[in-house]
């Protein structure tokens, strides 16, 4: 079964920055296509952040301006990136994505095993 792996979590105050990654479990795979979500504590998960496998990008009103979803390396990581966190984007947040590997087979809507975001002072 096939996973995609997060990291870049933690806590953080208020106004800083975090850089969360999800990568593919090797180097067989690449990514086409991601989507960020996140969970709070008692709200609905929220779709954060989405970039397709052509490189177009959406953001959810809540996050526009102050976080940018990017694949620098076009194969298999995605970032994250948050700036000026709020205390409202504390949540666990997860990535899903479409992988594809070197033989061609498409494991669609794969989920990271998410991350903790604790924006605090």
């Known amino acids: 079964q096939v996973q995609l792996v997060e990291s870049g979590g933690g806590l953080v105050q208020p106004g800083g920055p975090l850089r969360l990654s999800c990568a593919t479990p090797?180097?067989?795979?690449?990514?086409?296509?991601m989507v960020w979500y996140r969970e709070a504590p008692g709200k609905e998960r929220e779709l954060v952040a989405r970039i397709t496998s052509g490189d177009s990008i959406y953001y959810s009103d809540s996050v526009k301006g102050r976080f940018t979803i990017s694949r620098p390396n076009g194969r298999n990581t995605v970032y994250l990136q948050m700036d000026s966190l709020e205390p409202e984007d504390t949540a666990v947040y997860y990535c899903?994505?479409?992988?594809?590997?070197?033989?061609?087979?498409?494991?669609?809507?794969?989920w990271g095993q998410g991350t903790q975001v604790t924006v605090s002072s």
């Open positions: 090797g180097t067989g795979f690449s990514i086409k296509a």
């Open positions: 899903r994505g479409d992988c594809l590997n070197d033989y061609g087979t498409l494991y669609a809507g794969v």
